[in-house]
């Protein structure tokens, strides 16, 4: 057990909440079959059916890598490319395995201030060229939230969609955050996926509360044909798969996915809001979920090292504090006072 301090650098740095440790320790009495076989998968699977309201395919995997990179290769040719923002996951965090599971479908990025896709965007790239000389669009990928902590809405969705489905193209969703995006806007989970156009959806479950564990959706099942022979070269088929999968009927089954997303995005508005217009601080990007973006000179962001706390420096030198299922309110209270204080010492020093 660590008895270090409550840390805001990552959501990743938390434990597994309660519901999925549950969920594991139940699933962990006798023997079941292997592979996917077992009780605890098929229930894991009936239940995203029931939350998404749709009979679609599902799939466990055990990071959101895999599942973003071996989704995007189940919709593309090699000759394939992806369109994507700037600051997709994808593109800056996955040390290109989207290419290469996908024996080499190129990512086309689209610039964007905030890190969001516009229709315009898609149609830009999508249109820019159509010679044989040039990867074929095939597929549009969202990050939602993105990785400024932003918030696609419905009808933002809706209109990305559009846009593919006018020019042929698919719409993947890259949800490792995804319940927090339904925290934030007070929707049923289909509204911003199938309902809106969205053709595959990796929920993220790591980042909410359990150890491991993503869910890859098909809302379209013609799309999952031989997923699962992909996920097995990929090394992505859990022999003991009712591990992967007991966690999430813990975390479905009585709505804790929905509860730890909102408990850490009320965190980060309360971070936000006891920082928000200090002299030299200031939110890089609107707070919509669970992270918090904060631009700040970087005698500040050295003061704040220098009293323990650790982030990660992100755009243009700002700092990044994220909140987990497990926030503290009172430790993020404390990270604010220091904000404060050491901005404030900086602000009289300079």
Same mark, same amino acid.
């Given at each position: 057990?660590?008895? $270090?301090?409550?840390?805001?650098? =990552?959501?990743?740095?938390?434990?597994?909440?309660? $519901?999925?440790?549950?969920?594991?320790?139940?699933?962990? /009495?006798?023997?079941?079959?292997?592979?996917?076989?077992?009780?605890?998968?098929?229930?894991?699977?009936?239940? @995203?059916?029931?939350?998404? $309201?749709?009979?679609?395919?599902?799939?466990?995997?055990?990071?959101?890598?895999?599942?973003?990179?071996?989704?995007?290769?189940?919709?593309?040719?090699?000759?394939?490319?992806?369109?994507?923002?700037?600051?997709?996951?994808?593109?800056?965090?996955?040390?290109?395995?989207?290419?290469?599971? =996908?024996?080499?479908?190129?990512?086309?990025?689209?610039?964007?201030?905030?890190?969001?896709?516009?229709?315009?965007?898609?149609?830009?790239?999508?249109?820019?060229?159509?010679?044989?000389? @040039?990867?074929?669009?095939?597929?549009?990928?969202?990050?939602?939230?993105?990785e400024t902590g932003q918030v696609y809405t419905v009808d933002e969705v809706k209109a990305l969609s559009a846009v593919c489905r006018e020019l042929g193209l698919k719409l993947h969703m890259d949800g490792a955050r995804f319940a927090h995006a339904c925290a934030t806007? &007070?929707?049923?989970?289909?509204?911003?996926?199938?309902?809106?156009?969205?053709?595959?959806?990796?929920?993220?479950?790591?980042?909410? &509360?359990?150890?491991?564990?993503?869910?890859?959706? @098909?809302?379209?099942?013609?799309?999952?044909?031989?997923?699962?022979? /992909?996920?097995?070269?990929?090394?992505?088929?859990?022999?003991?798969?009712? @591990?992967?999968?007991?966690?999430?009927?813990?975390?479905?089954?009585?709505?804790?996915?929905?509860?730890?997303?909102?408990?850490?995005?009320?965190?980060?508005?309360?971070?936000?809001?006891?920082?928000?217009?200090?002299?030299?601080?200031?939110?890089?990007?609107?707070?919509?979920?669970?992270?918090?973006?904060? /631009?700040?000179?970087?005698?500040?962001?050295?003061?704040?090292?220098?009293?323990?706390? /650790?982030?990660?420096?992100?755009?243009?030198?700002?700092?990044?504090?994220?909140?987990?299922?497990?926030?503290?309110?009172?430790?993020?209270?404390?990270?604010?006072?220091?904000?404060?204080?050491?901005?404030?010492?900086?602000?009289?020093?300079?």
């Amino acid at each position: 057990m660590t008895t $270090e301090a409550q840390q805001f650098a =990552s959501d990743n740095y938390a434990g597994i909440c309660p $519901e999925a440790w549950a969920a594991m320790d139940a699933a962990n /009495r006798g023997h079941a079959p292997a592979y996917g076989d077992d009780q605890w998968t098929h229930t894991a699977a009936d239940a @995203f059916r029931t939350l998404f $309201e749709i009979d679609c395919e599902v799939f466990f995997a055990f990071n959101g890598t895999a599942a973003n990179s071996l989704a995007l290769a189940a919709l593309c040719q090699s000759y394939h490319s992806v369109i994507c923002s700037a600051a997709a996951h994808v593109e800056t965090d996955e040390c290109g395995a989207p290419e290469f599971f =996908s024996n080499g479908s190129k990512l086309l990025v689209a610039q964007s201030e905030d890190g969001k896709l516009t229709p315009e965007a898609v149609r830009a790239v999508a249109t820019s060229r159509s010679d044989i000389h @040039f990867p074929k669009p095939r597929v549009v990928t969202i990050t939602q939230p993105t990785e400024t902590g932003q918030v696609y809405t419905v009808d933002e969705v809706k209109a990305l969609s559009a846009v593919c489905r006018e020019l042929g193209l698919k719409l993947h969703m890259d949800g490792a955050r995804f319940a927090h995006a339904c925290a934030t806007l &007070g929707c049923d989970p289909a509204d911003i996926t199938w309902r809106a156009g969205v053709d595959v959806l990796c929920f993220g479950g790591t980042k909410n &509360g359990m150890a491991v564990g993503e869910a890859v959706l @098909f809302f379209d099942r013609a799309l999952a044909q031989d997923f699962d022979y /992909r996920c097995k070269q990929a090394g992505q088929l859990a022999s003991k798969m009712r @591990f992967l999968a007991a966690p999430w009927v813990g975390m479905l089954e009585n709505g804790a996915w929905l509860r730890n997303a909102a408990h850490a995005n009320a965190c980060a508005q309360q971070l936000a809001g006891q920082i928000r217009g200090l002299e030299g601080i200031e939110l890089m990007f609107p707070v919509e979920a669970n992270g918090v973006f904060v /631009r700040a000179p970087e005698a500040v962001l050295e003061a704040l090292r220098a009293r323990g706390w /650790r982030f990660y420096t992100f755009i243009g030198g700002g700092a990044r504090f994220m909140f987990a299922w497990d926030a503290d309110p009172a430790r993020v209270d404390q990270l604010a006072a220091d904000i404060r204080a050491v901005s404030g010492t900086t602000a009289m020093a300079a």
